[in-house]
C-alpha cells in the first residue's frame, strides 16, 4: 500500500474503529489515528495530527463528523493551502474501501461505499420475506 489513510475523532472512536477493523482485515500499519481528547483543545489536536501527517507522504483523512474540532482543524488546513483530501462521517465500510482499493490497485468509492452500508435491516428482512412468498 502506497497510500496512508489517518483517522481522526473526538474520543478514541479512530482508534476503536481501527482495532475493529483489524479484526476482520488484519494489522493495517498503514492506518493512524489521532484522537481529540476530553484534556486536549484545538492546538493541541492540530499539532498531534500535524506530527502524525509529518511523515507521511500520501494520504486521506477519515473523520467522524462535519463541523466537529478535529474537522474543523483539517478544514483550517486546508484552507490555508494545505493539500488535504477530507470525509466526513466516516465508518467501517470506507475504512474497507480503503483497504480493499490499495490492495487491487482500484479507485476508492469512499462515500458510496459508506452510505450503501446504512440500513434500516428491519426494512431489508421485511422485503426479503415479501421476496419469499
Known amino acids: 500500500m502506497s ?9 478514541q472512536l479512530c482508534e476503536g474503529l481501527k482495532a475493529s477493523t483489524e479484526m ?6 498503514h492506518i493512524h489515528t489521532v484522537p481529540l481528547l476530553p484534556e ?10 500535524l506530527a502524525v501527517v509529518s511523515s507521511l507522504e500520501d494520504y486521506v483523512v477519515f473523520c467522524d463528523l462535519m463541523g466537529g474540532t478535529p474537522a474543523n482543524s483539517i478544514v483550517q488546513l486546508i484552507m490555508e493551502g494545505e493539500a488535504i ?7 467501517m ?41
Open 3 to 11: 497510500k496512508q489513510l489517518v483517522l481522526v475523532s473526538h474520543g
Open 24 to 29: 476482520i482485515m488484519g494489522p493495517q500499519a
Open 40 to 49: 486536549e483543545g484545538t492546538e493541541d489536536f492540530k499539532e498531534k495530527f
Open 85 to 91: 483530501e477530507l470525509y466526513a462521517g466516516m465508518n
Open 93 to 133: 465500510p470506507m475504512v474497507i474501501e480503503f483497504i480493499n482499493s490499495q490492495m487491487v490497485g482500484s479507485a476508492p468509492e469512499y462515500v458510496r461505499s459508506g452510505a450503501e452500508n446504512i440500513l434500516n435491516v428491519n426494512q431489508v428482512i421485511v422485503a426479503l420475506a415479501e421476496d419469499d412468498e
